[in-house]
């Protein structure tokens, strides 16, 4: 069950790259100007995301804006998905930003220090043929500043609510024969990724037997190095989650769901240090 990463994958990206900063802003270091701390955590890029999908290529001050550039491999980011809707793509990250902004128990202290110095986040986003850019001014965070008042995984959850309605416009994805990933959702305890069964190969009533098997399988192959996997399961954990593969037969409309509860998620996996939400 793979193919995942090329929907989480741009909001995890992100994470990686606002943590990068987040710490380097409030933590005392030699360089204590608001423009050297940019310059230290520019200097910890590429920060690579599952094993080389993507990476967080520089960090950078220009135009009185932060600069965040994204890399991805091209089947990884469908560019046309987030330029076609970018309202709710800058609210995705700007979610995303108050979601990191939150780390550590330093709530406002990063949009403060943006706010103060009249800065604002463009996110250049590029698959290596096409590209998207998305900007937060000052304004447009001092608007969502004083209208959004919620904690680091209630604003994660928004983000990824905004990020799956987006994204879930296109088109299906083959995983396997008869199986087709059909989109991703959330509600209050998991991430639901929607699974279409072709019920001529497949008898859905045969997965109840193996959801125990298969949650167990499916962390130790994102131990054992999955990248899709684990970027997957890594998003589960800091956002407080646990996973749900409903399987869904194409015919009858009957599903299965399998669970990974997220206790065993946390017990089994270890936050990227750039997006350490406990």
Not at 22 to 49: H, L, M, W, Y
Not at 100 to 113: A, F, L
């Amino acid at each position: 069950m793979k193919k995942t990463i090329k929907i989480i994958g741009i909001l995890f990206l992100i994470l990686m790259g606002l943590g990068g900063l987040t710490r380097a802003i409030v933590k005392p270091v030699v360089e204590n100007s608001f423009e050297g701390q940019i310059r230290r955590a520019n200097r910890d890029c590429p920060i690579p995301v599952a094993n080389g999908v993507g990476q967080v290529s520089s960090i950078s001050l220009e135009e009185r804006f932060i600069v965040y550039r994204l890399d991805y491999k091209p089947e990884y980011l469908n560019t046309d998905v987030y330029r076609n809707n970018p309202e709710a793509t800058r609210d995705m990250f700007y979610l995303a930003f108050l979601c990191m902004n939150g780390q550590g128990g330093h709530v406002d202290m990063m949009s403060d220090e943006l706010l103060k110095r009249g800065y604002g986040l463009r996110i250049i986003a590029s698959n290596g043929v096409s590209s998207f850019t998305s900007e937060l001014s000052p304004a447009y965070i001092k608007e969502m500043q004083n209208r959004i008042n919620v904690n680091p995984t209630e604003a994660l959850h928004d983000a990824l609510r905004l990020k799956f309605e987006t994204e879930n416009c296109t088109s299906p994805v083959k995983i396997d024969e008869g199986i087709r990933l059909t989109g991703l959702n959330i509600n209050d305890t998991n991430i639901i990724v929607e699974v279409e069964i072709d019920e001529n190969l497949y008898d859905i009533s045969s997965f109840v037997t193996v959801s125990d098997e298969f949650a167990n399988n499916i962390i130790a192959e994102a131990n054992n190095g999955d990248p899709e996997l684990g970027a997957l399961l890594d998003l589960c954990k800091i956002s407080h989650t646990g996973l749900t593969y409903r399987m869904t037969g194409n015919r009858s409309k009957s599903y299965c769901d399998m669970n990974i509860p997220c206790n065993l998620i946390r017990q089994n996996r270890i936050v990227p240090q750039q997006v350490n939400i406990h």
